[in-house]
């Protein structure tokens, strides 16, 4: 059988990078908070709403509780020390320490409630991504770093403890504290509470201002630790070429470059942060000014009394409280919406299961393959393969001879639908390849591919990967037929033994895999 149009030309096994990236570096540029990334966080925050609730309860009962020892110090200077009713005293005291008691169980029930929800809500993010990942088409792993994925299922996932955990309880309890501390400001002095309402309300969106201008940098951040951790995956997996070429150095010289752009990344980050602390520094100084003149002038003038001095500097602490902390808590909700958009990018991405919801089930194959006028090419205007056309019979067995990068590799990834044809048919049993459902066809294969790969474990555990139900009696059979036991009983613990000594050996469990695959 001759086989013509296999090209001469045939490049890595890189498919065209898909939209918005470049080998798996995000070149979209800056973006709002995606549609997609506000509906996942609605989705997260219902989800988790129980333990949200409950923790929202704790949180309103421990801001509360907070109030009490603020509203006793009222008392303490204008009837305990001023009017000298120390019978008052002892009651204050215990008001303030139920209170503190009070708080105390409600801090930690609070950080127990929501650390397990969010680890939870982290937990089932990682399922997920990782459940979709698995199932992108082929042609998104050629053109993304494994990195940027294991990046994008482990670190940004990581994210949404701000969202279901402490992070945003957090910022609702400061304001509602905030809100209930406002009222009583205005009541002990309405003027005084304009004025600091006005600097706090100036400080609020400085703070807003600076939110945008930070999240950019986090989602950069992201892309860059992915970057990074994906040529180092590639470097340490691809190590015995490294050395071969000692390469040693130049790849300390890509790590390095990587590590300082994160560097520079973070650092420019933490000046974004250090800026807002030191803003929110001038604040707290300012308002503290504004206690001491104009507080002052109203004892003076008669308008306030002592107690209602202090109590209303305890108070302005509660109202600014969660502006203060919106530096921190704010900057965390920031990166794990910056997270979201990213596993959003992915998720919103069409999975091979997706595709084959409009295909026709797969009976039993036989085993018929046709290539009609098959052309395919990895870069536009470059085709590997140019009007290849031929016919595998059942039962046959087909042999591609051809120089390196002619396209062989190729032509089995089209066998397999791992991509597809410029143009032209592939007919398995007289049907287009393009209309069979995936799932359905692939389970009727049996493949040793070019590349060696033994995942972590043991001999067992790779050659029974193809059949999970297979038991060890029918490994070994397997190993069996392909002439493997003699040398796997050699090793002390056998098939429970992790030992994988040459790639002849690696190649020689595929072979025993497949077998087991065709039982």
Known sequence: ???????????????????????????????????????????????????????????????????????????????????????????????????????????????????????????????????????????????????????????????????????????????????????????????????????????????????????????ERGKINAEVTGRLTEALGGIRVVKSYTAEKREEIVFTEGAHRLFRNVAKSMTGVSATTAGSTVIVGIVGVLMIWLGGRA??????????????????????????????????????FAGLDRIRDIMDMTTELDEDQSRAPLERLKGEVVFDDVWFEYNPGQPVLRGVSFTAAPGSTTALVGSSGSGKSTLISLVMAFNHPLRGRILVDGQELSTVRLMDYRQQLASVLQENFLFDGTIADNVGYANPRASLADITRACQIAHCDEFISQFPEGYRSEEHTSELQSLAYLVCRLLLEKK
Do not use: C
Not at 126 to 150: C, N, Q, W
Not at 304 to 311: A, E, N, R
């Open 1 to 219: 059988m001759k086989i013509k149009g296999l090209g001469s030309a045939e490049r890595s096994r890189g498919a065209r990078p898909a939209p918005g990236t470049d080998g798996g570096r995000d070149t979209s540029g800056k973006k709002k908070i995606s549609r997609g990334a506000l509906e996942e966080a609605k989705a997260l925050i219902w989800q988790h709403r129980k333990r949200l609730g409950l923790g929202l309860l704790l949180m309103v009962v421990n801001r509360l509780a907070g109030l009490v020892l603020p509203t006793t110090s009222k008392y303490l200077m204008d009837n305990v020390v001023l009017h000298q009713q120390w019978d008052l005293l002892p009651r204050l005291a215990m008001a303030a320490a139920g209170a503190t008691i009070v708080e105390t169980v409600t801090s930690f029930s609070l950080s127990q409630v929501l650390g397990v929800a969010a680890q939870r809500a982290i937990t089932e993010m990682r399922k997920d991504v990782e459940a979709h990942v698995m199932r992108l088409p082929i042609r998104y792993f050629d053109s993304t770093k494994t990195g940027v994925l294991i990046s994008r299922i482990m670190t940004d996932a990581e994210g949404i403890r701000n969202l279901v955990g402490t992070g945003l309880v957090q910022l609702v309890g400061g304001f509602v504290t905030a809100v209930i501390g406002i009222f009583v400001l205005f009541y002990l002095s309405w003027k005084l509470t304009i004025v600091t309402l006005v600097v706090l309300g100036t400080f609020a969106a400085g703070m807003a201002y600076a939110f945008g201008t930070l999240r950019p940098i986090f989602r």
């Open 299 to 336: 004892i003076l003038a008669g308008t306030m009394t002592l107690g209602d001095l202090v109590m209303y500097i305890f108070f302005i602490g509660l109202v600014a409280a969660p502006l203060v902390s919106i530096a921190s808590i704010g900057t965390q909700i920031t990166e794990a």
